[in-house]
């Protein structure tokens, strides 16, 4: 197996919750605090050690990479301006990895490992990579796909999966893991999408992070090629872990950091209160003020 | 005669919010669901605006493209019958008559105007900027309109303000008139509480006319070199008699840096029916952390 050095992150949905505000703008692209969300996606998968991202996108979304493009006219602005610093922050964006788009056809089924049949030809048969929700981001020490990359490293699974421990009224929302019985590497048996909470067969809920081996990409092409799809006639990652479990070894990993979504605008919005109240620079201030606006329920 | 356009400068960079401004306009940064830019034209258009000028530059296509039809769009939403959504995005491009024009010359926030003239002609106009509003009952430029509609003076919207901001905004200079009327001899530029004239800030509205152009102009680079609108102000102030009204019931909204950006946005999801509630818990559960 080669070294891990590509990430894959999904970008191509539709955001239509986030109407009218996403008209023409994709919603990783919905700043956090001042840096489009995608790119915390980018950096995190950089802390790690990646060194090629691929973005999944579709029509419409060219401010994505304009966003990790040079940009002439603004760099020669802010340094007219002597702005080092804002300068520095924009160079950084296209300095920081190597970025390759593909744009996800209309032809291919709805659902969130669609853009795994996208990647195909960008990722070698014996190349394991690094797949990501473009709108889960995760506050952690260790980067998030970091911690992942060494599980993957120490067991040589088909899979890891990052998880969470999450509040039992909200695992509705999410496709929670259960564990083969006695595991201690926290092998999976299967994972089930969006049970209601008395159903789930525990609190480990999946987000966007996983550590891939190529066979992922095979098993989704069987399964679009088949017609086989999951809840909604849609192409769920879900679908492929189980058909991997069933053979091989899959890792639900719990993962030391926080787990943040922005899939939606009340998630959306919280996760931004959070991120401007860690911010040094604003902060402390945003703190005193939301203190001041005495609220009450 | 009645003011039906509105000048909204929106060509800056928005070096405080690089590098999501990168590829996006700081005017397009969203508050809840909506663009910074919508609430000033919705607010033009509630106020009896027909024409809205949009004075932008290279990078700032997302705006014109906004306030356009979107087929593709519109045909997905459609689809999937999601028909509150697509009545939301098609009036968008139905809100008024889009005219956008292209910022040429120097530096400075006059600029944008004097780029306008065309586009004006000889009639009197207003003035807003892209990246604030001013939430209001009536209505901020409503309430400038009906005193503009009565004395048909230049005027510029004034809030009082404390001394914090003094040393932030442009100050009045004004002598009473009546009520929440002032006349207007002019506006100091950030001089701070102890230099300041009054209590009355201009904020960003300004309903001028015609012969504010010949003014422009002619207009000489003032401080760092850059071309002010008050400057200009001022200079028509000497010419003839303009007035600064203070604003009842209003409070600003400005996404300007970060911080009163995301002020902002706390305020607006807290009144947001759906959102709100949620909100609040949160924000407590946060607060006390």
């Known amino acids: 197996?080669?070294?891990?050095?590509?990430?894959?992150?999904?970008?191509?949905?539709?955001?239509?919750?986030?109407?009218?505000?996403?008209?023409?703008?994709?919603?990783?692209?919905?700043?956090?605090?001042?840096?489009?969300?995608?790119?915390?996606?980018?950096?995190?998968?950089?802390?790690?050690?990646?060194?090629?991202?691929?973005?999944?996108?579709?029509?419409?979304?060219?401010?994505?990479?304009?966003?990790?493009?040079?940009?002439?006219?603004?760099?020669?602005?802010?340094?007219?301006?002597?702005?080092?610093?804002?300068?520095?922050?924009?160079?950084?964006?296209?300095?920081?990895?190597?970025?390759?788009?593909?744009?996800?056809?209309?032809?291919?089924?709805?659902?969130?490992?669609?853009?795994?049949?996208?990647?195909?030809?960008?990722?070698?048969?014996?190349?394991?990579?690094?797949?990501?929700?473009?709108?889960?981001?995760?506050?952690?020490?260790?980067?998030?796909?970091?911690?992942?990359?060494?599980?993957?490293?120490?067991?040589?699974?088909?899979?890891?999966?990052?998880?969470?421990?999450?509040?039992?009224?909200?695992?509705?929302?999410?496709?929670?893991?259960?564990?083969?019985?006695?595991?201690?590497?926290?092998?999976?048996?299967?994972?089930?999408?969006?049970?209601?909470?008395?159903?789930?067969?525990?609190?480990?809920?999946?987000?966007?992070?996983?550590?891939?081996?190529?066979?992922?990409?095979?098993?989704?092409?069987?399964?679009?090629?088949?017609?086989?799809?999951?809840?909604?006639?849609?192409?769920?990652?879900?679908?492929?872990?189980?058909?991997?479990?069933?053979?091989?070894?899959?890792?639900?990993?719990?993962?030391?950091?926080?787990?943040?979504?922005?899939?939606?605008?009340?998630?959306?919005?919280?996760?931004?209160?959070?991120?401007?109240?860690?911010?040094?620079?604003?902060?402390?201030?945003?703190k005193k003020y939301l203190k001041n606006l005495k609220i009450s329920s | 005669m009645k003011i039906t356009k509105a000048v909204i400068p929106a060509a800056g960079i928005g070096t405080r919010f690089l590098p999501w401004t990168k590829a996006m306009p700081k005017e397009m940064l969203p508050v809840v669901d909506k663009p910074v830019i919508q609430y000033v034209v919705e607010e033009c258009v509630s106020s009896g605006i027909k024409d809205i000028i949009i004075v932008t530059s290279w990078h700032k296509r997302a705006i014109e493209d906004y306030f356009d039809y979107l087929p593709e769009l519109e045909w997905r939403l459609k689809k999937q019958g999601k028909e509150k959504k697509l009545k939301r995005v098609k009036r968008l491009a139905d809100l008024a008559n889009f005219i956008f024009v292209r910022q040429k010359g120097n530096y400075g926030n006059a600029t944008p105007v004097l780029s306008a003239k065309r586009a004006v002609g000889d009639q009197p106009f207003a003035v807003l900027w892209g990246d604030q509003f001013i939430w209001a009952q009536p209505p901020r430029l409503k309430q400038c309109l009906e005193v503009f509609e009565k004395y048909r003076q230049p005027l510029v919207a004034g809030l009082r303000v404390g001394q914090e901001e003094m040393s932030k905004r442009g100050m009045c200079q004004v002598k009473p008139y009546k009520e929440e009327l002032f006349h207007l001899q002019k506006i100091i530029e950030k001089p701070g509480p102890k230099k300041s004239p009054s209590d009355l800030a201009a904020y960003g509205t300004y309903l001028l006319t015609p012969d504010i152009f010949p003014i422009l102009e002619k207009l000489k680079p003032g401080k760092d070199g850059e071309l002010w609108l008050v400057d200009a102000i001022n200079g028509l102030c000497q010419q003839r008699e303009a007035l600064a009204v203070e604003l009842k019931n209003a409070r600003l909204y400005d996404s300007g840096n970060k911080l009163n950006y995301h002020k902002t946005v706390v305020d607006f999801m807290l009144r947001d029916k759906e959102i709100g509630p949620k909100m609040k818990a949160y924000l407590k559960e946060k607060v006390n952390d």
């Not at chain 1, 996108?57 to 603004?74: K, V």
């Not at chain 1, 301006?81 to 209309?106: C, H, P, S, W």
């Not at chain 1, 899979?159 to 695992?171: G, R, S």
């Not at chain 1, 943040?260 to 991120?275: A, E, N, S």
Request: aromatic letters at 8%; glycine letters at 6%; proline letters at 6%.
């Open chain 1, 1 to 286: 197996m080669k070294k891990i050095t590509k990430a894959v992150i999904a970008v191509a949905g539709y955001g239509t919750r986030f109407l009218p505000a996403t008209k023409n703008q994709p919603k990783e692209m919905l700043p956090m605090i001042d840096k489009p969300i995608v790119q915390y996606l980018a950096e995190e998968a950089v802390a790690s050690g990646i060194k090629d991202i691929i973005l999944v996108t579709r029509f419409g979304q060219s401010a994505l990479e304009n966003h990790f493009d040079t940009n002439i006219e603004l760099e020669m602005q802010l340094e007219k301006n002597g702005k080092t610093k804002a300068l520095e922050q924009v160079q950084k964006t296209y300095r920081m990895a190597n970025f390759i788009y593909i744009r996800q056809g209309r032809h291919l089924p709805y659902g969130n490992a669609t853009p795994l049949l996208c990647v195909k030809n960008i990722i070698d048969k014996n190349e394991p990579f690094v797949y990501m929700f473009g709108d889960d981001l995760v506050k952690a020490k260790t980067p998030c796909i970091k911690q992942l990359m060494r599980v993957f490293a120490e067991e040589s699974p088909a899979a890891v999966l990052a998880v969470q421990k999450t509040p039992k009224k909200e695992l509705g929302r999410y496709a929670t893991v259960r564990y083969q019985k006695g595991t201690k590497i926290n092998q999976i048996e299967e994972i089930l999408e969006k049970l209601p909470p008395e159903k789930a067969p525990s609190q480990m809920a999946q987000f966007g992070r996983f550590v891939f081996t190529p066979g992922v990409i095979e098993t989704a092409e069987s399964h679009f090629r088949a017609g086989k799809f999951g809840k909604d006639n849609e192409l769920w990652v879900t679908d492929l872990l189980n058909e991997l479990a069933k053979k091989d070894k899959v890792i639900a990993q719990p993962i030391k950091g926080k787990w943040m979504t922005t899939g939606d605008p009340l998630r959306y919005m919280k996760t931004m209160v959070d991120f401007a109240l860690d911010r040094p620079d604003i902060g402390p201030e945003f």
